[in-house]
């Protein structure tokens, strides 16, 4: 039984080795992949107005950039509040599922043009007004949606950044006053 104990002895410095060689690699690479920000998740609040309607929400994004010309893609889900004056002057609140995409530059200094829609419209568009009356609408209902481009600074994980929307919001029966809305977000990487 002399060999039991090498054997025992070899295996565990052996699994020590391996152990610090996963260690080292995996370091390597999570340190790879945040200093070349190849792919990342953040969270993030946001607030934007007009006048006295507001929009505001929290949210999870997924970016994809390429680690030389830091120019890259980043989808977006969010959940919001919204309060917005209808044409008809009502104050009108909602809740609302938000999607979107930006495409530009991201680096220390951000900036991007931005496309989204409400998701919960675009996929239940047709369940939501299932007691349709035959009536002649005002409104035709589209699917919420906006354009926008913006601005960031990031400082380690943490960005904040400006942004400018030009918004689709309307009910069957209401359109919003505003279209125009520009606000602020706060996020930290993952």
């Not at 690699?25 to 507001?54: C, P, Q, V």
């Not at 030389?68 to 104050?91: H, M, P, Q």
Request: overall charge negative.
């Amino acid at each position: 039984m002399p060999h039991t104990p090498i054997k025992n002895s070899s295996l565990s410095v052996l699994s020590l080795l391996g152990f610090c060689l996963l260690s080292l690699i995996s370091s390597a690479h999570a340190d790879h992949a945040y200093k070349n920000e190849e792919a990342s998740m953040r969270l993030f609040t946001t607030y934007e107005a007009n006048g006295d309607d507001y929009i505001q929400g929290i949210g999870i994004g997924f970016a994809h950039i390429d680690p030389e010309t830091k120019l890259g893609f980043e989808f977006s889900t969010s959940f919001n509040n919204a309060e917005v004056r209808a044409t008809d002057g009502y104050i009108e609140d909602y809740f609302a599922w938000q999607g979107a995409a930006r495409f530009g530059l991201f680096s220390n200094l951000s900036l991007y043009a931005e496309i989204g829609v409400d998701l919960t419209e675009f996929l239940f568009h047709d369940l939501r007004y299932d007691n349709y009356d035959g009536s002649f609408d005002e409104f035709h209902d589209d699917i919420d949606a906006f354009v926008g481009v913006g601005a960031g600074l990031k400082a380690g994980p943490l960005k904040i950044e400006a942004f400018s929307r030009l918004r689709e919001i309307d009910s069957r029966y209401w359109e919003a006053e505003s279209e125009v809305f520009t606000g602020v977000q706060a996020s930290i990487s993952m």
